[in-house]
């Protein structure tokens, strides 16, 4: 009998112990819901949902007479061409949209440099003194390109290369 009434009062304080714990993990439960970051419903994002756009950074290097890009094709969407004077005179970088090759753009005589009036130039840095540099950030859709410079005899001089946006 003594023994029997021990046996009760063990399981007695077990299940107070038992008790316990399931409450303060009650309590724990409900702080977690009160969380108002938990418990915001799931907004889509119109944004998120869409194709990622692509994003591509080129470098370009410009010098005599070398218009040097870091890659010479792209995917459709933003570039962003970080264009660097690197040479020991000026020069300036343009984006001309054309399916002519880089050396067959139309040229000025009177100006010595391609003419800007006949091909369709999409986007233009300053004249970049040595060592100055400039971003440009360009919507491009799929084509062919010329990247050039276009300073005085420099066309003609080299500074053209192709460039693809696929
Ligand atoms: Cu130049």
Known sequence: MKAKRMSFGAAGALFALLSLL????????DDGDADPTAT?????????TEPAASETTIDVSLSEFVIDPSIDTAQAGTITFNVSSDGA?????KVVATD?????LPV???L???DEEQVDV?????????????????????GSYVLIC?????????MTVAFTVE
């Open 89 to 93: 005179i000026f020069h300036n970088f």
């Open 108 to 110: 000025d005589e009177a």
């Open 112 to 114: 010595f440099a391609a």
């Open 22 to 29: 399931l409450f303060v993990a009650a309590c724990n439960g």
């Open 150 to 158: 276009n300073i005085p005899t420099h066309y003609q001089a080299g």
């Open 40 to 48: 915001e419903p799931a907004v889509a994002d119109p944004i998120a």
């Open 122 to 142: 999409v986007a233009s840095t300053a004249d970049l003194d040595p060592g100055e540099q400039e971003t440009l950030t360009v919507e491009l859709a799929a």
């Open 100 to 104: 002519l090759a880089p050396d067959a």
